[in-house]
């Protein structure tokens, strides 16, 4: 760390901000003073699920490190368990190439069912997580994640996130990508099944969440230096980005200071609920694994009983690395994945996947016979064929019939362009 005191963070912005690159980049100026000459830097960036700004600072950063006259710069992707970036798609990512970037050496994927690429770090005790957890699990954690995170390996991390409502945590960003986004088995895990746990309706949209304290407390555990890039982001209907805010710094401070942006920026009210969602999936999510959150963020305004319809023909797959699980046990309400989990070893070993399975279906209600079923139906309308959609208990529709202009006027139906972006809510009272 450097020797001369700093503030937790530093940077500007408010949801009708619109900072330009030159402002962007006297951040940025700042906040890497705090890295020393000759220090060896790993940045953790982004995946291609999520859409940010990493593209317009990481040269950005690549140049101020430069200048310090540091002695080495990688970079490690926060795929969590995504399949990895193509080499373009990488490109894309930071802005160039790596011999484009001044000073970049290595950009790495992380492995995160690979034992020999983790290092376990520390311990979240049993005592602890009952604590940080409100007592929803209550099983010591290891603290595993990439073994480039290890101690002594780098001196300083610098971590590039967009900060939007998550399903998970509450809100994405700031120590996020570092548990789950380069994390281990055990706190992957932990982390999802435990979101699912605090349900996603108490979850979703709310800074201080269970997750995000088992999350930062975790992090706690990273001895080299830790600086967060925490950007605030949308894009208008030409798909031009705008930066709302920028804050850099502490993983704690920093964070917040942008999901109190986000949450004016990202959650839109609507008023009321309505018996049709019709959800234009945007078009970073080319899985159910991450085309999800249509469900997730569009689930508080759909009545009970009513529809949620995904229209996504680039969506092909429910995912390259669970698919199977998620096709043997499908998606259901937290109730019945609970009761699935406790008569399941394979299910208590992939907790990851049992979360997921609940998330989707969003919640439950009980039937006229009592039994658990979700509280309103899922259609696909997507390159998904009728088999898989049945079998993991979805509707299907063919992408081919389906009209958007046979939605649009009907006043119980909401159409929601790039669905997934946004967090829905019925205006509180």
Known sequence: MSSQPSPAFIGEGAPESDLSAGELRAIMDQALSRVSPGARVLTIIPDKTRDD?????FPFAAEILAARKIAQLDALVAQGTHVPMTDEEKRSKIGGTVKSVPGLGQIYDHQWNVPEELVTIGELSAARVTELTG?????????NLNRRLGPGVYDTIIIFSATVPHEVAGFAGGAKYLFPGVAGPDLTHATHWLGALAGIENVIGRVETPTRHMIEAAADSVTAQIITLNSVITRDENNRLRTHALFAGDFRDAFRRAAEVSRQVHIKYTGRKYKRVVALLDEHYDELWVGGKASYKLGGIIEEGGELIIYAPHLRSISETHGRLIEKYGYAPLDRVREMVALS???????AVAAHLAHVSYAGQRDEKGRVVPRYKITMASALDEATCRRVHLGFMDQRAFRREDYENDPDTLVVERAGRDLYLVAPN
């Open 345 to 351: 070893s394979e299910l208590q070993n992939n907790l």
């Open 135 to 143: 007592g929803l699990i209550s099983d010591a954690v290891s603290v």
């Open 53 to 57: 700004n990493t593209d317009l600072l």
